[in-house]
């Protein structure tokens, strides 16, 4: 079992852009002192009501301080970017890491920022699958063409190539039942959200064992799986002291539409009691042991990426998660 630290890139209006990046940074370092194995961040455009911080560059500073970590972008909108560019910018990516990237990717699900790019909703998963074609050869071959519907890269010799060999993993984000068999069918790990309940990661996880052997396609070796967490003393504190930060958040994913991108009726404009039960990891070191116990002998899962801080919850809470990480959790879940 790997464990993932999530670097919150959004932050409230008003708050010091540079000082936020700045915490991050000391956040980054105290992950690396309490045992995680990676840190990552993900990525939006017009992310009102929030700042947020764009995901390549960011990742490169908090590089600096990974240390042996693995990097992860979770994830990148690949439908909302040029092949070429993306293939040489995690290229790069991975040289700064000695090979130690993954390139964690995603449709989207904002109309705004569809409209922002250019790019029509409807194109994006042809998009997604011509564009992750194209990445891969400029990765793996010395010479390539590509005449698709979407992208054209003319004859060229790729120059700008990953440090891992063949390429850096590719995980695939899907919230609904379709997109979890396409991430099947295709042959790549799916990277499990965080906002799904247990029970529907459960069902959907059958579903995508079931896509990959009619698909033909061995099971991942990595078997990612992103949770919210708030770790304190007890469940009822933990409960407390969350709900200030992330209730505010699903009410803002609820406003983007997130919720609806799950299958059946979800809605995150519930009680924050029933919003967070089975979907949430909040709870003592002990509880939060024995949930990631759980995901590793039920699912197989073998990276949990925990979302620790969310917009307007204080560094000092954020590191004192990260030492009880360090202290109670992570050394048992990895003995």
Known sequence: MKLGFFVTNQYLPGESFSGKIQESVEQVKAAREAGFDMICTGQHYLAAPYQMSSSFPLLARLAAEAGEMEVAATVILVPLHNPVELAESIATMDAICDGRFIFGVGLGYRDEEYTAFGVQRGERVGRLREALEVIKLMWTQEEVEFSGKYYNVPRVAPSTSPVRKPHPPIW???????????????????????????????????????????AGQPMPESLPMMRELYVARDRETAYVESEPWLAPKYAAYAAWGQDKALPGDESFSIPYQDLARDRFLLGSPDDVVSEIQRYEQDLGINYMIFRMQWPGMSQEATLKQIEMMGSEVIPRVKD
Request: hydrophobic letters at 50%; charged letters at 15%; proline letters at 5%.
């Open 172 to 214: 695939v984000a899907a919230n609904n039942d379709v997109a979890i068999r396409r991430a099947a069918r295709w042959g790549y790990p799916w990277l499990v959200n965080p906002h799904a309940t247990v029970q529907m990661v459960a069902e959907q996880w059958q579903g995508y064992q079931a896509a990959l052997e009619q």
